[in-house]
């Protein structure tokens, strides 16, 4: 099974830039994603890494290390329409995801 | 419609009725998934559907019950449910499993705010 920990919430300001840690232990890697989720809505696929490094979409970036167990989503110029819930999920050899618990990050004006 | 939707978008109901959660996809996607969401947890893995067929039921009791008669709809059956069954239950799709290559992300629906009186 797959034990997965992020911080459950994060407060940043308007334009700054924000890191949301992500550590997992599992029994079959196959991949990590992050998904944003608004208040009330549907989880929104974000990112993907199965690969160690840094993986850039615009503002948001993924870093993975294996070898750690480790993953983040940084979030760089923050925007009030960031305020959300991120959730980590991490993928066994059976395509079955395990999600974390979700860090709900706020942004401040 | 695009996406993912789903039917009812709330729903209440006691602990002796039976009702139904529909859920349909729009993506030419083959593998469709159920999990629950309850307030401070993470996303619950139910039930998993490759091709119609269940490939995941993750330990999920008999009061729920889904079925999936082609690759684009999928149902859950719900009877006899308990007060902490209230939740908001999520469908998602992604590429079939085993598909070399893929990154499978799933792409959710808004879910069915469940509430069990």
Redesign the interface.
């Given at each position: 099974g797959q034990n997965i920990d992020q911080p459950t919430e994060m407060t940043a300001t308007e334009g700054a830039i924000v890191q949301i840690n992500c550590t997992y232990q599992t029994s079959g890697f196959n991949g990590l994603f992050w998904y944003q989720q608004h208040a009330g809505e549907a989880p929104t696929f974000l990112s993907y890494n199965v690969l160690d490094g840094l993986e850039e979409k615009g503002r948001f970036s993924s870093f993975l290390s294996r070898s750690k167990g480790y993953s983040y989503l940084l979030l760089k110029e923050l925007q009030m329409k960031d305020s959300a819930s991120y959730l980590c999920a991490v993928r066994d050899q059976h395509y079955k995801l395990s999600f974390g618990a979700g860090t709900t990050v706020t942004v401040r004006a | 419609e695009t996406g993912?939707t789903q039917t009812p978008r709330h729903l209440v109901m006691g602990m002796t009725n039976k009702k139904s959660l529909k859920c349909e996809q729009h993506l030419g996607h083959n593998a469709m998934y159920w999990y629950k969401q309850s307030a401070?947890?993470?996303?619950e893995?139910m039930f998993?559907y490759n091709f119609k067929e269940q490939t995941?039921n993750n330990s999920v009791p008999s009061r729920f019950s889904p079925e999936c008669p082609n690759s684009s709809h999928l149902f859950l059956h719900l009877h006899t449910l308990q007060p902490e069954d209230s939740a908001l239950y999520?469908c998602a799709s992604s590429q079939e499993?085993?598909l070399a290559g893929g990154?499978?992300?799933?792409?959710?629906?808004?879910?069915t705010r469940l509430t069990v009186t």
């Amino acid at each position: 099974g797959q034990n997965i920990d992020q911080p459950t919430e994060m407060t940043a300001t308007e334009g700054a830039i924000v890191q949301i840690n992500c550590t997992y232990q599992t029994s079959g890697f196959n991949g990590l994603f992050w998904y944003q989720q608004h208040a009330g809505e549907a989880p929104t696929f974000l990112s993907y890494n199965v690969l160690d490094g840094l993986e850039e979409k615009g503002r948001f970036s993924s870093f993975l290390s294996r070898s750690k167990g480790y993953s983040y989503l940084l979030l760089k110029e923050l925007q009030m329409k960031d305020s959300a819930s991120y959730l980590c999920a991490v993928r066994d050899q059976h395509y079955k995801l395990s999600f974390g618990a979700g860090t709900t990050v706020t942004v401040r004006a | 419609e695009t996406g993912v939707t789903q039917t009812p978008r709330h729903l209440v109901m006691g602990m002796t009725n039976k009702k139904s959660l529909k859920c349909e996809q729009h993506l030419g996607h083959n593998a469709m998934y159920w999990y629950k969401q309850s307030a401070k947890k993470p996303l619950e893995l139910m039930f998993v559907y490759n091709f119609k067929e269940q490939t995941e039921n993750n330990s999920v009791p008999s009061r729920f019950s889904p079925e999936c008669p082609n690759s684009s709809h999928l149902f859950l059956h719900l009877h006899t449910l308990q007060p902490e069954d209230s939740a908001l239950y999520l469908c998602a799709s992604s590429q079939e499993l085993g598909l070399a290559g893929g990154t499978y992300e799933q792409y959710f629906g808004p879910g069915t705010r469940l509430t069990v009186t």
